[in-house]
């Protein structure tokens, strides 16, 4: 394994009704002026209302933005970012809803402090001034953006996905509350699910795995393993009544989110980047469609690890079990995707920057044999 160098600095606040603290956490970081980053469900859930009743009760002043959609682009953040500057000061920003809004939120935090626009941030540590205390508070189980320093962009006009990263840009403060998650819809809960999933197992067998990556991604997988299918069934009075599915879900998603900023991802997170980008494939759909088959074209090189990960059978073959019980779709062409596209969609996925790390290097025949398996 390499050598790693770890900063373990967040606050995680863990548990049922905690966004009923989020208010003390804005005081704890020195706040009083908050700018809420959101998107139009976690409005109208009521999430967002008890947010704002949090910050009320301690006399802290918020606005809120709910503009932001599934794979934000550019021009959310610039939307954002005019909405935050219209109502400055601000002196925390708070990223509250899935991946995106958690994104956006760190996006809007580049910019405000440090100008410019995202793409000057395309890559890691490139902002020169100190940036503000944020806290992150993910309403799915899915993206792990609360627990990474990096923002997840995609340009307006390419729809090439940019990572952004900055050790300022880290929420300082996470919440994790599983009534939050306890009653996503069962699409949303798969796609989220699958693709915290996929993370634990891809930076489990990335090329820069190391020990913190391999120790949160194997936390992350047992968690995430033995409460999917009924976390995505939630049909269940009990289950929600005592929330500990939803919490370990919660808790596994921020796990592999943790690992892989200590690590990275690998091919089936390259291949998933052009099925959004062109056919608007929600992401973990798209990551799912071909984890199996990386799984078994990495076989041949980290199968030992795959085992310690999943000792009584194949891993591929559990994977697409979890994918069965979901409802989730195995093939390219239930999508309406023609086959004569399969070359350009490998063209694309070779030049992603996750695929680099994939504990077995690609060619581009590799790439298309990966579509192939997946069409």
């Keep these: 394994m390499q050598n790693f160098e770890s900063e373990l600095t967040q606050r995680v606040i863990f548990g049922e009704n905690s966004i009923e603290r989020l208010g003390e956490a804005v005081q704890a970081l020195g706040g009083h002026r908050v700018f809420i980053v959101t998107d139009p469900g976690v409005q109208e859930s009521g999430i967002v209302a008890r947010g704002f009743a949090a910050l009320q009760r301690k006399g802290i002043a918020c606005h809120i933005f709910a503009d932001i959609a599934p794979n934000p682009t550019t021009r959310h953040v610039e939307a954002a970012l005019a909405f935050a500057e219209a109502n400055a000061p601000i002196d925390i920003i708070v990223g509250l809803g899935g991946g995106s809004a958690m994104d956006c939120a760190k996006g809007v935090n580049f910019l405000l402090t440090n100008g410019g626009k995202m793409e000057d941030y395309w890559g ?43 050790r300022k840009a880290k929420f300082a403060t996470v919440i994790l509350d599983p009534r939050l998650i306890a009653t996503v819809p069962k699409s949303v809960m798969a796609a989220t699910g699958i693709d915290a999933i996929a993370h634990a197992v891809e930076s489990f067998v990335s090329t ?31 289950l929600i009544a005592e929330c500990s599915v939803y919490g370990n879900m919660l808790f596994g998603a921020y796990l592999a989110g943790a690992a892989i900023e200590h690590s990275m991802l690998g091919a089936a997170h390259a291949c998933a980047n052009p099925l959004t980008a062109r056919y608007n494939i929600t992401h973990g759909v798209a990551v799912a469609l071909t984890l199996p088959h990386v799984i078994r074209f990495n076989g041949t090189v980290v199968a030992d690890l795959y085992r310690e990960l999943f000792p009584d059978g194949e891993l591929a ?59």
């Design 124 to 166: 890691s540590n490139r902002a020169v001034r100190p940036m503000l205390p944020s806290i992150g508070v993910p309403t799915t189980a899915g993206t792990g953006s609360e627990a990474q320093a990096y923002a997840l962009i995609s340009q307006a006009e390419t729809h090439v996905k940019m990572a952004c990263g900055d």
């Design 208 to 238: 820069r795995r190391n020990l913190m990556s391999s120790m949160f991604a194997q936390q992350a997988w047992r968690l995430l393993s033995a409460n999917f299918e009924a976390a995505v069934r939630g049909d269940s009075v009990q």
């Design 317 to 375: 073959d559990r994977i697409v079990a979890l994918k069965h019980a979901s409802g989730l779709s195995h093939c390219l062409r239930d999508f309406g995707i023609a086959r004569n596209d399969i070359g350009t969609l490998a063209e694309e996925s070779a030049g992603q920057w996750t695929a680099q790390f994939n504990p077995r290097p690609l060619t581009l025949p590799d790439f298309v044999r990966l579509y192939e398996a997946a069409y």
